[in-house]
């Protein structure tokens, strides 16, 4: 059974810096795409970025570019997410999310919303 656990969220003021990390267990990690999504209040879940299993490609959401870095660790089983420039926008649960599948891409991974789901981590960014 895939388990997924997030940890780094917290309160910063805007403009300020947090990192998220994800571990992973459960199958081969380095083999499946990873993701971050995340969830604001009275809003759908929606994608923030996606990394393959190489770390070589990565996709973000808009919103997101140029601030946000996605990455990952394959010998510590581990998915990061480093937040820069974050906005009050920003505030909402982070997830982390790992593919049912096999041989998912990252590209998939961001416009589909069947995953393994962490427990979430919530970031507060105030004004």
């Known amino acids: 059974q895939v388990q997924l656990v997030e940890s780094g969220g917290g309160l910063v003021q805007a403009g300020g810096s947090l990192r998220l990390s994800c571990v992973a267990s459960?199958?081969?990690?380095?083999?499946?795409?990873m993701g971050w999504f995340r969830q604001a209040p009275g809003k759908e879940r929606q994608f923030v970025a996606t990394?393959?299993?190489?770390?070589?490609?990565?996709y973000y959401a808009e919103s997101v570019k140029g601030r946000f870095t996605i990455s990952r660790d394959n010998a510590k089983n581990t998915v990061y997410l480093q937040m820069n420039s974050l906005k009050p926008e920003d505030t909402a649960v982070y997830y982390c999310?790992?593919?049912?599948?096999?041989?998912?891409?990252?590209?998939?991974?961001?416009?589909?919303?069947?995953?393994?789901w962490g427990q979430g981590t919530q970031v507060t960014v105030s004004s």
């Open positions: 999310a790992a593919p049912l599948r096999p041989f998912t891409t990252a590209q998939s991974m961001a416009v589909a919303t069947n995953h393994y």
């Open positions: 459960g199958r081969t990690f380095s083999t499946y795409a």
């Open positions: 990394i393959n299993p190489s770390g070589s490609s990565t």
